[in-house]
T-cell receptor
Framework: DTGVSQDPRHKITKRGQNVTFRCDPI?????LYWYRQTLGQGPEFLTYFQNEAQLEKSRLLSDRFSAERPKGSFSTLEIQRTEQGDSAMYLCASSLDGSGRSGRWGNYNEQFFGPGTRLTVL | QKEVEQDPGPLSVPEGAIVSLNCTYS??????FMWYRQYSRKGPELLMY????GNKEDGRFTAQVDKSSKYISLFIRDSQPSDSATYLC????????????FGDGTTLTVKP
């Protein structure tokens, strides 16, 4: 397994267009997360899935944003009617859930991040 | 005000120096603390994870947590040019929580 992958790596779009990003998690991971990171800031949590279920959504995730993970494997994040303020790096991460699994950090669901998709809205 | 505050730097040190990176937080519900390293144009990578007050060591890295002061630190001993990156602290309310809350990162440059 090569880790978390994201596609595309870069996307330039015009204001008002819709964009969709894809994330492929580490294959045995049942959790998948989306974060947004702007220049000079830390990642901000958007949402996460456990298997197919979307368990938590940030209020940052306005009604123009929708995320899906239909089969519990890859996920898509769609932004409708993009605005210049949506320009950011969109990071995906995956993990096991923390229940009774032992790893490097014990029973802890370490999040492994992908390389991100950089979105520029003109 | 942000829940997690981190001095953005930039921080520049000579090779071999001891580096100290710090974060403060306001939400006492945070119980689990992480340090990530992020190289330019890459995703964050976990360096250290801890949940108890005190010190935790891993090679050249030591994570320190003081829950009474809501203050965490990461120390890097014998710093190397390859340590040049942005360091992010992050926190969670419990080990199985989905959401991590990040600081804005400190940019470190280690000069040869």
């Amino acid at each position: 397994d090569t880790g978390v992958s994201q596609d595309p790596r870069h996307k330039i779009t015009k204001r008002g267009q819709n964009v969709t990003f894809r994330c492929d998690p580490i294959s045995e991971h049942n959790r998948l997360y989306w974060y947004r990171q702007t220049l000079g800031q830390g990642p901000e949590f958007l949402t996460y899935f456990q298997n197919e279920a979307q368990l938590e959504k940030s209020r940052l995730l306005s009604d123009r944003f929708s995320a899906e993970r239909p089969k519990g494997s890859f996920s898509t994040l769609e932004i409708q009617r993009t605005e210049q303020g949506d320009s950011a790096m969109y990071l995906c991460a995956s993990s096991l859930d923390g229940s009774g699994r032992s790893g490097r950090w014990g029973n802890y669901n370490e999040q492994f991040f992908g390389p991100g998709t950089r979105l520029t809205v003109l | 005000q942000k829940e997690v505050e981190q001095d953005p730097g930039p921080l520049s040190v000579p090779e071999g120096a001891i580096v100290s990176l710090n974060c403060t937080y306001s939400n006492s519900a945070f119980q689990y603390f992480m340090w990530y390293r992020q190289y330019s144009r890459k995703g964050p990578e976990l360096l250290m994870y801890t949940y108890s007050s005190g010190n935790k060591e891993d090679g050249r890295f030591t994570a320190q947590v003081d829950k009474s002061s809501k203050y965490i630190s990461l120390f890097i001993r014998d710093s190397q040019p390859s340590d040049s990156a942005t360091y992010l602290c992050a926190m969670r309310k419990n080990t199985n929580a989905g959401k991590s809350t990040f600081g804005d990162g400190t940019t470190l440059t280690v000069k040869p």
